[in-house]
């Protein structure tokens, strides 16, 4: 059984951060990729940023990119994701998932590609 437990998750204010963990466990567990989606009330889900584990590589969207960072602990199955200079539109349950699928990059931009989902964590960002 694959868990994903995420963790960090919490209330801010605008220009504000946050840090999120996800641990990864399970016997079982093998992935290509780790990454972030959230999902705003009302809303479809999101992707927000990625990490591939063959070659560091990391995926995020345009609306992050350049505030949200991505890393992983190099002794652990764990993956962050820093989030600098939010905004009340950041506002969302972010979900930490898991892909078993190898692609060039751009599968990780929707949630078709992940196969293990943790539970998320509430981030509010108050304006």
């Known amino acids: 059984q694959v868990q994903l437990v995420e963790s960090g998750g919490g209330l801010v204010q605008t220009g504000g951060s946050l840090r999120l963990s996800c641990a990864a466990s399970?016997?079982?567990?093998?992935?290509?990729?780790m990454g972030w989606v959230r999902q705003a009330p009302g809303k479809e889900r999101e992707f927000v940023a990625a990490?591939?584990?063959?070659?560091?590589?990391?995926y995020y969207s345009d609306t992050v990119k350049g505030r949200f960072t991505i890393s992983r602990d190099n002794g652990k199955i764990t993956v962050y994701l820093q989030m600098n200079r939010l905004q009340p539109e950041d506002t969302a349950l972010y979900y930490c998932?898991?892909?078993?699928?190898?692609?060039?990059?751009?599968?990780?931009?929707?949630?078709?590609?992940?196969?293990?989902w943790g539970q998320g964590t509430q981030v509010t960002v108050s304006s």
């Open positions: 998932a898991a892909s078993r699928t190898y692609c060039d990059g751009t599968c990780y931009y929707t949630g078709d590609a992940y196969d293990y």
């Open positions: 399970g016997r079982s567990f093998g992935s290509y990729a």
């Open positions: 990490w591939r584990w063959i070659d560091s590589n990391t």
